[in-house]
Nanobody
Framework: QVQLVESGGASVQSGGSLRLSCEAS????????MVWFRRVSGKQREGVAA????????YYSDSVKDRFTILRDKDKNILYLQLNSLKPEDTAMYYC?????????????????????WGQGTQVTVST
């Protein structure tokens, strides 16, 4: 079974940058979307960035659009999330997920209900 392992989380100051990584133990299905979620303690997971099979479509949440970029190195089975212009409200545990959503609408793709394969998470903390 494929395992996902996130890394790269850290404590940074507002305005800083980070690059998160999600390494898969083996190639994911060619039909899988790869998605980054985040969760603030006590709240539901929020889908922030998604990449389609074949890297042809990306979706971003309004809260991170134009600041975060999702990338994939298919040869190394690694998914990245480049976080720029970080804000204190970006503080959260970040998770990657893989799966095949029921449809390719933005709402479905960014919903945590669409995924069963998850990593353990990596913490990002942004201070003022």
């Amino acid at each position: 079974q494929v395992q996902l392992v996130e890394s790269g989380g850290a404590s940074v100051q507002s305005g800083g940058s980070l690059r998160l990584s999600c390494e898969a133990s083996q190639p994911t299905s060619t039909s899988s979307w790869m998605v980054w979620f985040r969760r603030v303690s006590g709240k539901q997971r929020e889908g922030v960035a998604a990449l389609s099979p074949g890297n042809t479509i990306t979706y971003y949440s309004d809260s991170v659009k134009d600041r975060f970029t999702i990338l994939r190195d298919k040869d190394k089975n690694i998914l990245y999330l480049q976080l720029n212009s970080l804000k204190p409200e970006d503080t959260a545990m970040y998770y990657c997920a893989a799966g095949v959503p029921a449809d390719w609408s933005r709402a479905t793709v960014l919903s945590e209900r669409s995924y069963h394969l998850w990593g353990q998470g990596t913490q990002v903390t942004v201070s003022t």
